[in-house]
C-alpha cells in the first residue's frame, strides 16, 4: 500500500510538475476582459483564464469558472458550459476536494450531453476517469479513460487523445505493465511532437525517462531525459530542467558514472536553490549525499544528507525524510558508529511505520470517498426519476388544462396517476433509507471485526513470544545437567577401570547427552535466528573454505565407508556471512552423511553465475517423496527416511537452513526423486 500512495504520488507530480503559471498570459488575459465588449467573447476569455490559475490558485480557477458560467446561462450558449464545469472540477481536485469535484464533472457530463458537445463529454470522461485513478479505483477510471480515447478518436482531437494516452499509460504503470505504459507514453508523446507544444514534448519525454528508470533501464532513461533536457533548455524552463537534471544525475549513478552525475546535479541543486523551490531541495540534496557515499566522501555525505532532513522538515516531507535517515543509517555503519548507525536506523523505522499509518489513512479517505460516490450516483438516479416523473406531471397538466372544459373525469384519472406516482416516491425513499441503514450496520460490524482481529493479534503474539521464552529457558536449564552427565561419563572413561560392558553403557551415555546437547544447540540457534539477527558479512576463499569443510567431516563419512569428495570448486573471494555459511554447509554435509548407505558417495561443488555464487551438495541416499518435500522445511517435520547407522535426527537441521538462506536473501532447490539420493543447491546474491 505504501508503494502504491507513493506510486500515485509520483503521477500526480509528473501530471503537474511540467506546468509553470505563466504570470505574463494571465495579465494579458485579465486587460482583454477589461476591454471586450462582446459577451461571448469575455466569456471564452474568462474560461481560459480560469485554466491558467489551475495550478498556483485552484480558488482562482473556481472563481473565474463560476463567472463563466453564470455568463454563459444568461448567454444561453448552446455550447462550452461543460468547459466551465470541467475546470470547476479540475481545481476542486487540486484543492483535494474530491466529492466536489465529482459533483462538478458529473454535472459537466449531463451537461455536455444535453448540448450535444463531444469534445467536453470526452474531456469529462477523461477527467472522471484521472480523479477515480488518483483515488486507486483503477477498474472505474480504466472505463472512463477508454470512453474518453474512442470520443477523442472520433472527433479527431489530438491533444485530448495525448492527455488520454498519459493517462492510459499512468494506469498501466501503476498495474506494473510497463509494456503497454511505455505503448501509451509514446503514443502521447508522438502526437505533442505533430502538436509542436515543446512544454508538453518535455512532459512527455520526463515521463518516459521516469519510467525507463522505475524499471531500471537507465541507458533508455538518459536517452530519454537528455531529448526532455533539450527542449527544456529551448523554452528556458528553469525548474522543470532542474528536476530533469536530477533524474539524470540518479541514472549515472546507477550506471556508475559519479563524476557526471556529481557535475548534473550540481547544476540542478544550484537552479533550485536560485529559485528556492523547495519541494525539490530534499530529493537533490538525497541524491548529492548519494554520490558523495559513492565516492567514499562521508563528510560531504553527511553534509548533504543532514541538509536533506532539515528541507523535508520544513515541508513535512516524510518520504525523503525516511530515505534520509537511511543513508545516514547506512553511513553510520560504514563509519563503524553503532551508536548514530542505531539513532537514525530507529528514525528510519518510525518513519516508514509513520507512512505505513498514513496509508492506513488514505485507505479509510478513499473508502469513504468511494462510499459517498456511490450514494450521490443514487441520490443522481433518484434526482433523475424525479425530474422525469416531474415532467410527465407536467406534460399531463397540460393536458388536463387542455381537456378539463372536455371531460372532468378525466381529472380523477389524472388524481389517481398522481398518487400513484407519490406511493412510488415513498417506496423509493423507503428502499434508499434502508440501504442507507445496511451500509451503516456494515460499516459497524466491519470495525467490529476489525477490533476482535486486533485483539487476536496480540494475543497470538503473547503466547508465541511466552513459548520461545519458555523453550529457551528449558534449553538452557537442561544444558547445564546434560553436560555435567557427558563431564561425568568422560572422567569414567578416563579412569580406565572399566570393563568392557562398562565402557559400553557410559559410550551410550556419551552419546545419549551428546544428542540432548545437539538438540539444545539447535533450539536455541532457531529461537536465536527467529529473532531476526542481521548477518555479518565477511570476505574469505570460498576454495578454502569448503576444502576445509570436507576434511572436519572425513572421519564421519570414512566411519560408514562414505567417500565424500568435492566434484568442481573455484578460487574466489565472495562476501557472506561466515558464521551462517558454516552452519549451512554443515547440516547439508551432516545430513547427507547421515542418510547415506555404507559405501555410497557425497559430491561437494561450489561455482559462479554471473549473478550469483552456488554450492551443491548431491548424495546417493534414500532421497525424498512427494510428501516429504511439502514439509521439507518445517520444524520438528521427521521424514520417511531414517539414519542408517542409529544417528539421531531431531528435525531442525533443514529448518535452519531455510532460515539462514532466506537470511541471506538467498534461494534454496532441492532436485530429488525417492530412492534415487537428492542433491540441495543453495544460491546467494553475488
Known amino acids: 500500500m505504501n508503494k502504491t500512495v507513493i506510486i500515485l504520488s509520483c503521477i500526480l507530480l509528473c501530471w503537474t510538475s511540467s506546468y509553470s503559471q505563466n504570470i505574463r498570459l494571465i495579465d494579458s488575459l485579465k486587460a482583454s476582459i477589461k476591454q471586450s465588449a462582446e459577451d461571448k467573447r469575455r466569456f471564452e476569455l474568462l474560461n481560459d483564464l480560469a485554466w491558467e490559475y489551475r495550478w498556483a490558485s485552484p480558488d482562482s480557477t473556481i472563481l473565474y469558472s463560476k463567472k463563466a458560467l453564470t455568463l454563459g446561462r444568461k448567454l444561453n450558449l448552446s455550447k462550452g458550459l461543460a ?5 470547476i472540477g479540475v481545481a476542486y481536485n487540486y484543492k483535494g476536494d474530491r466529492i466536489s469535484a465529482f459533483e462538478s464533472f458529473d454535472e459537466a457530463l449531463r451537461v455536455s450531453v444535453d448540448q450535444k458537445d463531444s ?12 480523479l477515480f485513478f488518483e483515488q486507486g479505483l483503477l477498474s472505474r477510471s480504466y472505463e472512463y479513460f477508454i470512453r474518453a480515447l474512442s470520443l477523442f478518436e472520433a472527433i479527431n482531437d489530438p491533444s485530448g487523445l495525448a492527455y488520454t494516452y498519459q493517462s492510459l499509460a499512468a494506469l498501466y504503470k501503476l498495474q506494473h505493465d510497463y509494456i503497454k505504459a511505455e505503448s501509451n507514453y509514446l503514443k ?23 519510467m525507463a528508470q522505475e524499471i531500471d533501464q537507465h541507458d533508455k532513461a538518459l536517452h530519454y531525459l537528455h531529448l526532455a533536457d533539450s527542449a527544456g533548455r529551448i523554452i528556458n524552463d528553469e525548474i522543470n530542467l532542474a528536476d530533469i537534471k536530477t533524474y539524470i544525475s540518479e541514472s549515472y549513478l546507477s550506471k556508475g558514472l559519479l563524476r ?83 539513532q537514525n536506523h530507529n528514525h528510519y523505522l518510525i518513519l516508514k511505520d509513520s507512512i505505513k499509518d498514513l496509508d492506513l489513512t488514505r485507505q479509510v479517505e478513499r473508502l469513504q470517498f468511494e462510499i459517498e460516490i456511490q450514494r450521490k450516483e443514487q441520490e443522481n438516479k433518484l434526482l433523475k426519476a424525479n425530474h422525469e416523473t416531474n415532467e410527465a406531471i407536467i406534460q399531463q397538466q397540460k393536458l ?36 442507507n441503514q445496511f451500509i451503516q450496520n456494515q ?25 520461545d521464552t519458555l523453550m529457551s529457558i528449558v534449553a538452557h536449564d537442561l544444558k547445564s545437567p546434560l553436560n555435567r552427565i557427558k563431564g561425568i561419563a568422560d572422567l569414567m572413561e578416563m579412569e580406565g577401570t572399566l570393563n568392557e560392558d562398562n565402557r559400553g553403557y557410559v559410550q551410550m551415555t556419551k552419546d545419549a547427552t551428546q544428542a540432548g546437547l545437539d538438540l539444545i544447540k539447535d533450539l536455541l540457534d532457531v529461537h536465536m535466528l527467529e529473532e531476526n539477527a542481521e548477518p555479518n558479512y565477511s570476505t574469505f576463499d570460498i576454495s578454502r573454505f569448503m576444502s576445509d569443510k570436507i576434511e572436519s567431516f572425513n572421519p564421519s563419512a570414512e566411519s560408514k565407508s562414505i567417500h565424500l569428495h568435492i566434484s568442481r570448486i573455484v578460487n574466489e573471494e565472495i562476501s557472506i556471512d561466515a558464521a551462517y555459511l558454516h552452519r549451512i554447509v554443515d547440516n547439508l554435509i551432516s545430513n547427507a552423511i547421515k542418510f547415506s548407505k555404507k559405501n555410497s558417495a557425497i559430491d561437494v561443488s561450489a561455482g559462479r553465475s554471473n549473478s550469483h555464487f552456488w554450492i551443491s551438495v548431491k548424495d546417493q541416499g534414500p532421497g525424498f517423496s512427494e510428501k516429504d518435500k511439502i514439509h521439507l522445511f518445517q520444524k520438528f517435520k521427521k521424514l520417511s527416511a531414517r539414519p542408517t547407522a542409529g544417528e539421531t535426527s531431531n528435525g531442525l537441521g533443514l529448518a535452519i537452513v531455510k532460515i539462514l538462506v532466506d537470511r541471506l536473501k538467498g534461494d534454496i532447490e532441492l532436485i530429488s526423486e525417492s530412492g534415487k539420493g537428492s542433491e540441495f543447491i543453495i544460491k546467494f546474491p553475488v
Open 188 to 210: 502521447a508523446y508522438k502526437i505533442r511532437l505533430t502538436l509542436h507544444n515543446t512544454r508538453d514534448i518535455m512532459s512527455a519525454l520526463g515521463q518516459l525517462g521516469r
Open 400 to 435: 388536463q388544462n387542455i381537456v378539463l372544459i372536455v371531460i372532468i373525469a378525466f381529472v380523477s384519472i389524472l388524481g389517481l396517476v398522481q398518487w400513484r406516482n407519490g406511493k412510488k416516491r415513498r417506496e423509493i425513499n423507503e428502499k434508499l433509507a434502508q440501504q
Open 260 to 342: 557526471e552525475a556529481e557535475a548534473i546535479c550540481m547544476e540542478g541543486l544550484a537552479v533550485i536553490l536560485k529559485k528556492n523551490t523547495v519541494r525539490m531541495l530534499p530529493q537533490a540534496y538525497i541524491t548529492m549525499g548519494q554520490i558523495k557515499f559513492a565516492k567514499n566522501e562521508l563528510a560531504e555525505t553527511k553534509r548533504y544528507l543532514n541538509m536533506a532532513l532539515e528541507m523535508a522538515a520544513r515541508s513535512n516531507d516524510l518520504s525523503s525524510k525516511m530515505e534520509a535517515y537511511y543513508w545516514l543509517w547506512k553511513l553510520s555503519e560504514k563509519q563503524h558508529d553503532k551508536i548514530g548507525g542505531l
Open 119 to 130: 469534445a467536453q463529454i470526452a474531456h469529462t470522461n477523461n477527467n472522471l476517469g484521472r
Open 443 to 467: 460499516r459497524a460490524e466491519i470495525v467490529e471485526q476489525n477490533e476482535k482481529l486486533s485483539r487476536r493479534n496480540q494475543e497470538l503474539s503473547d503466547l508465541n513470544h511466552e513459548k
Open 83 to 87: 468547459e466551465s464545469l470541467n475546470f
